[in-house]
Structure formats: C-alpha cells, structure tokens
C-alpha cells in the first residue's frame, strides 16, 4: 500500500470516516473500496481510501482536453470525475435500500438536504436536515430545553394530520424555525436527490472541470471530420502546436522551415507563410476556398460565423480548413524531422 493509502478500521469514529468520504467525493484522484478480512471468526469490514497519482501528464492540459467540445475540449471523460459520479451512484443506491448502514448514517447527516416529509416517522426532528436552515441541534443546540421537545423525538412529534402542529414558541432564538416550514407530502418520509431524479450523468457534469463556450467549436464538426485533422486544427487554434517561437524550441533557431524567412509562430504558418499562402491559393481556384488571411484568431472567428450550418458545403469548408492545417503541420513537421520536402501542389495532391 503506498504512502497515499488510509485504511480506516471498523473502529474508527463516524467523524473520521466522514472526513475521509468527503475527500473520497470532493477531492482529486481518490478512489475508495470496501475490504474486510478474517479475525477470530469475525470479519472486520474497514474502508481504503487510496489516491492514485500520475506523473508526466500537465493537469491543466488534461483539464482542457476533458472538457465538451462546446467549451474547447475534446470530450474525453475525465476519468477521475466519471469515477466520482460512479461512486456517488453507488452511495446513492446503499442509501435508498439499507437505512442501517454507517456510510448512510454520515451521508444522510451531512451530505443530503433535500427531503420529502411525510408522515415524519423517519425523520429526527432536531438531528436530520429536513429544515432550509439544516440541523435544527446545530443551529439551536438549547432548542429541546427552550422548546419543551426531546432531542430523540421524531419528527411527527410536531405533525397532526398532515399538518404542523407546534408547541407555542416564545423563545427568540428558537421562534425562526416557524418562519419557513417545508409542505408536508402525503405517505412516508423520502430523501430526494437535488433537482429531481439521480443521474449519472448529471452527477458526473456536477464533478467535470466546466468553462465558458467558445465560439469555434463547430469547426471541429460535421459529417465530414477526420479525427486526427480535427485534433490538430484544435491544437492550432488554442496555440498549442510546438512551433519554434515556443522557449523550448528557441535552441532550433526559430525560423520557419517551410519559407526560411520570418519567425515560425501559429500567426505565422496559418496562412502568412509563402508556403501556406501557395496552399490557400491552390484550394481557391480548385474549389473556391476562400481564407481573409488577417490575424489568426480573427479568422477563426469568421470561419466559426460562416462556415457553422448544416449543410454539406459549410461542413465541407469546416473539413477542408482541418485538412490544409493537418497537412501544412505534417509538411513542416517532415523537414523538421526527415529533412524531406513537397512542393505545395505535391501536398494537395
């Protein structure tokens, strides 16, 4: 076990067990399972909380490439959040079907405030958050003194007949907890999951990295795409190619080696280069491509307005424009490496 495993006893307080839960489902890279082994007969059942580290991935680039397509990602799932989601699933079934558990007890306490009152028999009245202002012990801990109402009653203990019926209430701390009374439903107590109905889904898209759209994301669609020319026109536009003016790369001298004149930025190959202007040249005549040719990022801002419809002919463009982009980058990439050339009719060919 590494040194970034717990193990939990069965001995162990609620409170630590609720600790360690919370970093199961709010942290990063945790990952939790239930063991138990053998002692005199008994099985000792005790929780592993291990946390998974990896090494030589950049946690920001990962951040982007998990995220949807519509806020500049790539749509990976970020495993780490799907686990999360999975987990909750799981919490989430224990706490509907086995009402004794201990994980059920903390989960129910700490995590879960939305409930459906019924007839209140489930329900603690001072320990269960089932009030918008939660634990009524934690917020009045002298509320059954003041009030006159044990802490271990029930929370029919204040209902008669569907309705409210408390004790007159003439202690000033304690009277805000008749400000706002939740509707009373009829049939038994439930816990209810936050807006609605559980999902996966919608669980995972709680833990998920989030981001604003962007505008150019559908030039990364259509029928038309080609994956790996969609993953580098979306490497170019978020100006993550390794180009020479990168400081990494400024011992290879930064100058382009498709034209051998300026500076070899993303500015710069698409479409400034002589070479790249000779590609753009050769598609406007065969296929009337048309390209503005002003700043990078602008362009791409008028591709994404132009070129973002259904139809055929737009996602053609949308494909057309990865394509140049794959191959200017595979050309470049092949003098770089292999020392070999193509002339810019040869590459479109």
Not at 16 to 34: D, F, M, P, R, S
Not at 260 to 267: I, L
């Amino acid at each position: 076990m590494g040194k970034h495993s717990v193990v939990l006893c069965g001995e162990t307080s609620i409170d630590q067990i609720g600790a360690h839960v919370t970093k199961c489902l709010l942290g990063n890279g945790l990952h939790i399972t239930e063991r138990g082994h053998q002692r005199g007969g008994k099985k000792d059942a005790y929780l592993l909380v291990e946390r998974k580290l990896s090494s030589g991935i950049s946690k920001g680039g990962m951040d982007v490439v998990c995220k949807p397509i519509e806020e500049g990602g790539q749509g990976i799932r970020d495993i780490l959040a799907l686990n999360k989601a999975l987990m909750s699933r799981h919490l989430w079934n224990v706490i509907q079907n086995n009402q004794s558990s201990i994980w059920v007890k903390w989960i129910a306490h700490t995590r879960l405030r939305h409930k459906s009152i019924g007839d209140g028999e489930s329900f603690s009245l001072w320990h269960d958050p089932w009030h918008s202002l939660g634990s009524l012990i934690t917020r009045f801990p002298r509320g059954p003194g003041r009030t006159n109402i044990p802490e271990a009653a029930k929370l029919s203990a204040v209902l008669v007949d569907g309705d409210w019926s408390w004790p007159p209430i003439t202690d000033l701390e304690c009277i805000e907890i008749l400000h706002v009374l939740p509707i009373i439903h009829n049939g038994s107590d439930s816990i209810l999951w936050r807006g609605g109905g559980f999902s996966t889904k919608a669980v995972y898209d709680i833990f998920r990295n989030h981001g604003p759209k962007v505008g150019w994301y559908s030039l990364l669609l259509g029928p038309c795409k080609i994956p790996r020319y969609s993953f580098v026109l979306w490497m170019a536009i978020l100006d993550k190619l390794s180009t020479m003016d990168k400081p990494w790369l400024s011992h290879l001298g930064g100058v382009c080696v498709l034209c051998g004149r300026e500076m070899e930025t993303h500015e710069h190959l698409f479409f400034r280069c002589n070479y790249s202007r000779q590609c753009i040249r050769i598609l406007k005549g065969t296929v009337r491509f048309t390209w503005p040719n002003r700043a990078w990022a602008v362009d791409i801002a008028w591709a994404s307005k132009r070129w973002n419809g259904r139809h055929i002919v737009q996602a053609a463009y949308r494909a057309l424009l990865a394509a140049i982009v794959y191959h200017i980058w595979q050309e470049r990439n092949r003098r770089v490496f292999q020392q070999s050339m193509r002339r810019a009719p040869l590459l479109l060919g």
